[in-house]
């Protein structure tokens, strides 16, 4: 039996709301003892339209010297939900709020202020925050001054947002992706009021440059692009994240020199679609492949990007790719399905066909490229035989590891009224046997480093050896070995003596590595 779409009407029902103003600053509302300053909501008929109005780049991103010492004695607990773009935009409210005076803490007993920064990509990480909000209304009620706020992609969410002012009236703010600038009038706001303040722009906004940013450990994200146009049918991020919005290239390079000066060995270029980079920059001819091609000049060791979609990764990103260099050679390639077929109902814009032969076109112009992907399996009307198309389209290309999924409706997206007419446990069954089939497809990428020396990226100690060292290769396999701990954040050569599905065991040497 397939899963039942959730009903959110319920908390569209405001009958029991009490408007106590209304102006040009937004709407002043009591619901349940509660008043909730909405200065803008998520709208999302709003949120599918796609205007042709400019993108401002901004470079005011300094906190105002009135808001400096807010925070000062007191502490900042956030909570990140999602991929690597809420983690990066975790890092610059982090920014944000130490510049105001916080300071970091991992107690929630210590926290002046906690916000859960969200992903609406599937439903099991939304029921995650709903979860958490639960245990942390116990400790709103112990401490009535702490400030909570509900972040991210699914702030932008009507549902969400409704739900969150129906029924968890203890939170204090709401506000969204493309606004994120604003925390330090959300919280200035928020203390002086003491009212729910409810903030979330359905259109994205201007870019703004300059915001602080807490990096940490040896690697660091850089955003080049925002939002997507490609409406897949099962995906939410072109409303949670807006229509696709460049930053200036000199703006990215800047960054990414400030971040070499640092001493940073790795950077990950960030977009929801990498590889439509510079498309929406009016008079620029500059593309994605263009942008590495310059970052491969700066002395920075490893340069990754994610994430990709096939449409758009041209020859001239391959050509730049194959390089090398301070350009690796582990490539992120969503596939999302092995059936033209499915891939048709998704919307991906691509065939089965079209995949392979960007692969091919890959694979022959860097021969020891890395392929990884993202593979949903019980998309609805999924056949068995569309199925093993998925599975034979795995072998053929020998990926060496995948994030997997079960499908799952997100509301608001044209999949979640197609027919979920594929069982659970269907889906289950099949996402073992694909599972399997990519853990077949690992061991063989492990063991082609048998004896082989490689550089390795120090992480940190093994979780579950404090003798043992883990790292990564250019191409982003996990290697563990025996090593000191001040050996953690260098580059270290390993000649590997074993392997594993997932990861590759070896010894310290001196000499030099070949590129793996």
Same mark, same amino acid.
């Given at each position: 039996m397939?899963?039942?779409?959730k009903?959110?009407?319920?908390y569209?029902d405001?009958?029991?709301?009490?408007?106590?103003?209304?102006?040009?600053?937004?709407?002043?509302?009591?619901?349940?003892?509660?008043?909730?300053?909405?200065?803008?909501?998520?709208?999302?008929?709003?949120?599918?339209?796609?205007g042709?109005?400019?993108?401002?780049?901004?470079?005011?991103?300094?906190?105002?010297?009135?808001?400096?010492t807010?925070?000062?004695?007191?502490? $900042?607990?956030?909570? /990140?939900?999602?991929?690597?773009?809420?983690?990066?935009?975790?890092?610059?409210?982090?920014g944000?709020?130490?510049?105001?005076?916080?300071?970091?803490?991992?107690?929630?007993?210590?926290?002046?202020?906690?916000?859960?920064?969200?992903?609406?990509?599937?439903?099991n990480?939304e029921? %995650?925050?709903?979860?958490?909000?639960?245990?942390?209304?116990t400790?709103?009620?112990e401490k009535?001054?702490?400030?909570?706020?509900?972040?991210?992609?699914?702030?932008?969410?009507?549902?969400?947002?409704? %739900?969150i002012?129906?029924?968890?009236?203890?939170?204090?703010?709401?506000?969204?992706?493309?606004?994120?600038?604003?925390?330090?009038?959300?919280?200035?706001?928020?203390?002086?009021?003491?009212?729910?303040?409810?903030?979330?722009?359905?259109?994205?906004?201007?870019?703004?440059?300059?915001?602080?940013?807490?990096r940490?450990?040896?690697?660091?994200?850089?955003?080049i692009?925002?939002?997507?146009?490609?409406?897949?049918?099962?995906?939410i991020v072109?409303?949670?994240?807006?229509?696709?919005?460049?930053?200036?290239?000199?703006?990215?390079?800047?960054?990414?020199?400030?971040l070499a000066?640092?001493?940073?060995?790795e950077?990950?270029?960030?977009?929801?679609?990498?590889?439509? =980079?510079?498309?929406?920059l009016?008079?620029?001819?500059?593309?994605?492949?263009?942008?590495?091609?310059?970052?491969?000049?700066?002395?920075?060791p490893?340069?990754? #990007?994610?994430?990709?979609?096939?449409?758009? #990764?041209?020859?001239?990103?391959i050509?730049?790719?194959?390089?090398?260099?301070?350009?690796?050679?582990?490539?992120?390639?969503?596939?999302?399905?092995?059936?033209?077929?499915?891939?048709?109902?998704?919307? %991906?814009? $691509?065939?089965?066909e079209?995949?392979?032969?960007?692969?091919?076109?890959?694979?022959a112009?860097?021969?020891?490229?890395?392929?990884?992907?993202d593979?949903?399996v019980?998309?609805?009307?999924?056949?068995?035989?569309?199925?093993?198309? /998925?599975?034979?389209?795995?072998?053929?290309?020998?990926?060496?590891?995948?994030?997997? #999924?079960? $499908?799952?409706?997100?509301?608001g997206?044209?999949?979640?009224?197609?027919?979920?007419?594929?069982?659970?446990e269907?889906?289950?069954?099949?996402?073992? %046997?694909?599972?399997?089939?990519?853990?077949? $497809?690992?061991?063989?990428?492990?063991?082609?480093?048998?004896?082989?020396?490689v550089?390795?990226?120090?992480?940190?100690?093994?979780?579950?050896?404090?003798?043992?060292?883990a790292?990564?290769?250019?191409?982003?396999?996990l290697?563990?070995?025996?090593?000191?701990?001040d050996?953690?954040?260098?580059?270290?050569?390993?000649?590997?003596?074993? =392997?594993?599905t997932?990861?590759?065991k070896?010894?310290?040497?001196?000499?030099?590595?070949?590129?793996?």
């Open positions: 397939s899963k039942e779409i009903d959110y009407s319920k569209f405001f009958s029991d709301a009490k408007v106590i103003s209304e102006d040009e600053n937004g709407k002043k509302i009591r619901i349940r003892g509660r008043e909730i300053h909405i200065i803008s909501e998520p709208n999302q008929r709003e949120e599918k339209k796609r042709k109005q400019d993108v401002q780049v901004v470079y005011e991103g300094s906190i105002p010297e009135e808001l400096r807010v925070g000062i004695g007191k502490h $900042y607990l956030v909570y /990140t939900f999602g991929c690597q773009m809420n983690e990066h935009d975790s890092e610059t409210i982090k944000m709020l130490e510049q105001m005076g916080y300071q970091a803490t991992e107690s929630r007993e210590e926290a002046d202020i906690i916000l859960l920064n969200t992903c609406a990509i599937r439903e990480a029921d %995650r925050v709903f979860g958490e909000l639960g245990h942390l209304k400790l709103k009620l009535p001054g702490l400030l909570l706020g509900v972040c991210g992609c699914m702030s932008q969410e009507e549902g969400v947002v409704n %739900r002012m129906q029924k968890h009236g203890f939170v204090d703010m709401i506000f969204g992706t493309h606004n994120i600038h604003r925390l330090p009038y959300l919280i200035q706001e928020s203390l002086f009021s003491k009212e729910m303040v409810v903030e979330v722009w359905s259109k994205e906004g201007d870019i703004v440059e300059n915001l602080p940013k807490k940490q450990g040896m690697r660091g994200w850089v955003n692009m925002y939002g997507c146009d490609k409406f897949c049918t099962y995906c072109p409303f949670t994240r807006g229509k696709e919005r460049s930053r200036l290239p000199q703006d990215v390079i800047a960054e990414v020199r400030e000066r640092q001493g940073f060995k950077i990950t270029l960030l977009g929801q679609n990498v590889n439509a =980079y510079g498309k929406d009016t008079g620029m001819n500059y593309t994605f492949g263009d942008l590495m091609d310059d970052i491969s000049k700066i002395d920075i490893r340069v990754r #990007f994610t994430t990709s979609h096939p449409r758009d #990764f041209d020859d001239r990103l050509e730049v790719l194959a390089k090398g260099g301070n350009l690796v050679e582990h490539i992120h390639l969503p596939v999302q399905s092995g059936s033209s077929a499915v891939l048709k109902k998704m919307s %991906r814009k $691509y065939t089965r079209l995949y392979l032969d960007l692969v091919g076109r890959i694979k112009s860097i021969p020891n490229a890395v392929l990884t992907t593979i949903i019980g998309f609805p009307g999924e056949t068995d035989d569309q199925f093993e198309e /998925t599975l034979s389209l795995v072998r053929e290309v020998g990926f060496d590891s995948a994030y997997t #999924f079960i $499908y799952s409706p997100r509301e997206t044209p999949a979640a009224v197609m027919e979920d007419n594929v069982p659970m269907v889906k289950k069954e099949r996402l073992q %046997r694909l599972n399997q089939t990519i853990k077949d $497809y690992s061991l063989i990428g492990s063991e082609k480093f048998l004896g082989q020396v550089e390795v990226l120090v992480e940190g100690e093994s979780k579950n050896n404090s003798t043992v060292l790292g990564r290769t250019r191409s982003n396999k290697v563990h070995f025996e090593g000191s701990a050996l953690i954040g260098q580059f270290v050569h390993v000649q590997i003596t074993d =392997y594993k997932f990861y590759i070896g010894e310290l040497v001196a000499e030099p590595a070949v590129a793996y």
